[in-house]
């Protein structure tokens, strides 16, 4: 297969429109048989429910090439799960979840030419959406709506080497209690753009927000969700029904009972305990685990003694061993590899 003519390494992380795109339409109470497109544009009423009231959700997936030359894509079953309940909270038609899986190796397969070569460290970023086409004035849920499904080659995460990032403790709220916090909706995203970008004005990578209710809790930052790890190697993630329920974060819990052995907890974390953890990460698709080297409260610095200039060890060692399953070199919990050519 011929592969188009990239600079791979030094892809950013930006939209690059591609050849294909799959699309399904929702009108009359069902979804059509959807079909691959060539069009990137959309023409809909400027009184679509999405225009008007934000009626939108989305998921965010990878697609890469395996040492021994697989296209391969990552537990896209959970990734249809989480669209499913997102549509659910927010009056959209759910896509079937078989469906969904067909549509994304649909699309990873007609451009499979732009999925970036083994080793290059860049993947081809695989967005499934949907949003409200049909229009609304009065506030309620649209009747008709689209999903889509499109690809676009993103760099690897970290160009030139890893750089721990600086957090401040957010006065912004992110999800309120009861709220869509859990949803991956594009609204949780419109809000959160003022917050970080008055963050990066004030020098920091990213927001820590708290719960909502108390201002005690930690939950996660405008993307991700956090892992940490105690003196003794205990890892240790936020739980919360205000957090979005990253597929990375799932899997690298798994990964560091079944494969590293360690200990691992899902419970309450109190901002206040967070200076006595030894190592501290993001979570996502786009990096896998960001170290996380200081968050500032108010002027409060917190250090973590993995420091500013590497990945703490047991982080480094959860990322390796991920990214070692995603690519092929490690043998993956049964289901995790959906294999695409
Ligand atoms: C998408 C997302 C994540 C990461 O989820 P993954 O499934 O690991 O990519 C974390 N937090 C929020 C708010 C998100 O929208």
Redesign the pocket.
Known sequence: MEKKNIDWANLGFGYVKTDKRFVSNYKDGKWDDGALVSDATIAISECAGVLQYSQACFE??KAYTTEDGHIVTFRPDL?AQ?MEDSCKRLEMPAFPKESFVDAVVKTIEANSEWVPPYGSGATLYIRPFMFASGPVIGVKPADEYQFRVFATPVGPYFKGGVKPLTLRVSDFDRAAPNGTGHI?AGL??AMSLHAIVTAHEEGFDENMYLDAATRTKVE??????FLFVTKDNKVVTPKSNT??P????RSLMTVAKDYLGLEIEERTVYLDEVKDFAECGL????AVISPVGKIVDHGKEICFPSGMSDMGPITKKLRDTLTGIQMGHIEAPKGWLKIIK
């Open positions: 965010g997936m990734n989480r991956k949780n995203y996660e930052t405008g993307g991700a969700n957090i979005l990253s597929i990375t974060r979570c996502g698709t786009a």
